[in-house]
DNA sequence: TTTTGTTGATTGACGGATCAATCAAAACTA
DNA sequence: TAGTTTTGATTGATCCGTCAATCAACAAAA
């Protein structure tokens, strides 16, 4: 049936099965052979194509990183102020595509795993500063550089706060109100560094 | 040699031991034998009064839930004013002695495992519970009750924030900056609520 | 004072279970 | 057939929890 090679749909599956079985756990303590399972195939396929389990994890979690990052270039792109683009990024943060239960768990969990994989610390460290870049490339016409700075610290706190609150309470995930949370933090900075040039 | 008993000698020995190794590893990712042999005895003792490893771990975090707590206590307990009050809760939490690699690591380590585990589930919730509580208890004589319940879930998720973003830098901790962004804060939410008031 | 239990503290060794990774062979496709 | 895809079986390592045995201190009895 399949006229095209097998490894890039079974890369993809065995990543969605990745973040499913942790999603599933809470953390990045699953198995092998758990994943497998969840892509409907054996273990020993998974390390045929990603030859070890690290691999896999930090696959998956470039994954999840391509994704918030392709919705923040799109978001970005359709925003037509400075101001909009702010708003942009924090709405990107907690879009149902984003501010999953799966999502969220796992991004504790690689949270955690960074302190070990050297791999995964790149990783975020590149998120973070994509994150700050994205914020304060709104912020800076906004507000002068260093309170630019200070407010994109906050906003990026929030954000990273509000997730693990989530993940802590077992409710369904109230995006909306987190969204509120952190536009009336950018709205506060706002008028604050108005004030301040007046 | 020691004519008393051991057993609160140990437990409290072993559950310092159970922070060193998390901090040293990053996570709850930890065996008996790298405790107890931390700690200075065997594996076989540490199952002997714990029990198990899971209520090591509980202990080990009922310790530092217990250890913030007191911190707090006294740092309310020193307030004069509701705004001192909050600023009291603010300072605590990135104080010398909880502000530290190993607490931090320890933190986002039992946030993970609190999702497989009803009992750090639990001890977490009554941290958030108290620390919105203590947080309340000045904010709501500096503004009316919604907004002060706004705040509070504001300032809660920058600390948990700035704390994981602790964790991701290698560098050293810097409380100084933490303290001035969640004051900050604080300080924007005061004004606009005076702002409103009059 | 010696002798003989008694109890708590501690450990080394081990069973049992789990899991990542490997490999040779089978199933499938062209 | 030749190449690719897939798996069952196996291995080696790790680790939790248990158990029988040892050791030291102390108490009771002789």
Chains 1, 2 share one sequence.
Do not use: N
């Not at 389990?53 to 930090?58: P, V």
């Not at 942009?88 to 943060?93: F, K, L, N, T």
Request: proline residues 4%; without cysteine; charged residues 20%.
């Amino acid at each position: 049936m399949p006229r095209t090679g097998m490894e890039p749909v079974r890369r993809q599956a065995l990543i969605d099965a990745a973040i499913e079985a942790i999603g599933a756990r809470g953390s990045l303590d699953v198995t092998m052979a758990d994943i497998a399972g969840r892509a409907g195939v054996s273990s020993a396929l998974a390390h045929h194509y990603f030859g070890a389990k690290e691999a896999l994890l930090a696959a998956t979690m470039r994954h999840i990183l391509a994704a918030l990052g392709a919705d923040a270039r799109q978001a970005l792109a359709a925003a037509a102020s400075p101001r909009a683009r702010v708003s942009a990024i924090i709405r990107v943060s907690f879009s149902p595509a984003q501010f999953r239960p799966e999502i969220v768990a796992a991004w504790l969990a690689f949270y955690v795993e960074a302190q070990r994989s050297a791999v995964l610390k790149r990783l975020l460290t590149v998120y973070a500063r994509r994150l700050r870049s994205d914020l304060m490339s709104g912020l800076v016409r906004l507000m002068p550089r260093p309170a630019a700075a200070r407010a994109a610290e906050g906003i990026a706190a929030l954000i990273d706060g509000l997730y693990i609150r989530h993940a802590l309470a077992d409710r369904a995930p109230d995006a909306a109100a987190a969204v509120a949370l952190v536009e009336d933090y950018l709205a506060l900075q706002l008028a604050a560094a108005a004030g301040r040039a007046s």
